[in-house]
């Protein structure tokens, strides 16, 4: 293991300790390893093997990129922003969170009152209590449709409005439009202080070069009973984030993969399991 990175994970560690508050004995302990041994670590004696960096995820319950992530060399956004992603990547592999699905052929089909979140279709065909949800200024602003390049049809996301506006410049390009290219996902977070509803989708962003277009962009929006907000995409930040963007796309695409239970029902029977 490179050395800056044996110093990051200590210091990922050192934090952890401290604000979980659990002593170095009490973390050998649990994991199973001698008395001693993260001071050896510290000290470079030891390198960090695969199951130890397992242990310690599981422990903290985070990623493994989580430990090896540089928190001094990153915006205090950022930092707030990989932790929540953080939360619910692992909210979501233990089944505390669940991602319902609404796919393309929904949208295509102009059902507007069946679909959830920020995708509109033609803005005709939508009821006036359901364009009422959204900002005017952003109903108003929309395109009815836009094309992909097969000419297939698909619902311009109302996220686009928020995260390209009337241009995004990346490396250089411009950036105007985005077409949604897959089924989008959404989970619901809610406890006794906050509650809302977090979005991914993944898009193609669109420039007046074809050869320019950016696919798989994964973007997340969150929207509350008030406001509707776009939160981040996997090309603008750093690894980390774009990485646990793309694997929590791909594990709420996998919890969709087969016939599933009610949403609202499993979480009712995952409650009631868990309170027995």
């Known amino acids: 293991m490179q050395e800056n990175h044996h110093e990051i994970i200590m210091k990922n560690i050192d934090t952890l300790l401290k604000e979980k508050n659990i002593s170095i004995s009490k973390l050998e302990k649990s994991l199973g390893i001698s008395n001693g041994y993260i001071s050896r670590l510290r000290n470079g004696k030891y390198n960090f093997s695969l199951d130890l960096l397992l242990k310690l995820a599981k422990k903290f319950k985070i990623s493994i990129d989580y430990l090896l992530t540089d928190f001094d060399a990153i915006t205090s956004d950022e930092y707030d922003l990989i932790n929540f992603l953080e939360f619910i990547y692992q909210s979501s592999i233990s089944n505390h969170l669940l991602w319902a699905k609404v796919s393309i052929e929904e949208i295509n089909n102009n ?44 619902g311009k996301t109302f996220l686009g409005e928020l995260s390209i506006g009337s241009g995004k410049k990346i490396n250089s390009y411009l950036y105007t439009d985005e077409i949604l290219t897959d089924d989008y996902y959404y989970t619901e977070i809610t406890d006794n202080i906050f509650s809302f509803k977090l979005f991914l989708y993944k898009v193609q962003y669109i420039t007046e070069s074809p050869e320019h277009n950016i696919s798989n962009v994964i973007e997340a929006y969150i929207e509350t009973s008030k406001d509707s907000y776009y939160l981040c995409n996997s090309i603008e930040y750093g690894d980390y984030i774009s990485s646990k963007l793309v694997e929590l796309y791909k594990l709420a695409k996998s919890q969709n993969a087969s016939i599933k239970l009610d949403l609202n029902l499993k979480k009712l029977i995952q409650k009631f399991n868990n309170s027995k």
């Not at 949800?133 to 109903?139: E, F, L, S």
Request: proline fraction near 16%; glycine fraction near 2%.
């Open 111 to 154: 059902l507007p009152d069946s679909l959830e979140g920020p995708i509109l279709t033609n803005l005709d065909s939508i009821p006036e209590h359901y364009a009422e949800m959204y900002p005017p200024k952003i109903v108003k602003a929309l395109d009815p449709y836009v094309y992909n390049p097969d000419k297939t049809f698909f």
